[in-house]
């Protein structure tokens, strides 16, 4: 995912932060049940659950086994097509959280409470409607 050539410097200061995880999309979750269940991915070490733009992600903080000590791509002429793709809009502008390394999400949950915290805010703004 790091290393495109136009964001080069940005992308040795981040550390390659992208490549230190993956993320895959989740159903969103509707109801308390859906909530209930998400609490299950986060009882697990390395987990995380996050919001970008109403979507909901599952993220798991397992670096690519690729990555050399340095934060090179050891493969990076083969590296996957999602790598050469992420971090840069079709207008070739940046579009990714790893510059600062300060990751900002719309929400970011790393424990059950948390999902439980959201959860009782959520459903009793609704039952007061
Ligand atoms: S998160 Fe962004 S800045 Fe960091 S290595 Fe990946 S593409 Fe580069
Ligand atoms: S293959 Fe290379 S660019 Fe892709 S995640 Fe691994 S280290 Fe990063």
Not at 4 to 27: E, G, P, V
Not at 96 to 122: L, M, N, P, V, W
């Amino acid at each position: 995912m790091s290393k495109h050539k136009s964001h080069h410097d940005i992308c040795k200061i981040c550390r390659s932060q992208c490549c230190q995880y993956y993320a895959l999309q989740l159903d969103t979750p509707r109801s308390y049940e859906d909530f209930e269940k998400l609490k299950w991915f986060l009882v697990h070490e390395k987990t995380k659950i996050f919001v970008d733009k109403k979507e909901w992600f599952l993220e798991v903080l397992n670096p690519c086994r690729f990555l050399t000590e340095e934060y090179h791509c050891s493969i990076y002429d083969k590296r996957p097509q999602v790598c050469r793709e992420y971090g840069i809009t079709s207008e070739g502008e940046r579009d990714c959280h790893g510059s600062d390394a300060h990751i900002k999400h719309d929400h970011y949950f790393d424990s059950i409470e948390q999902i439980d915290e959201y959860t009782k805010k959520r459903f009793s703004r609704k039952s007061k409607k």
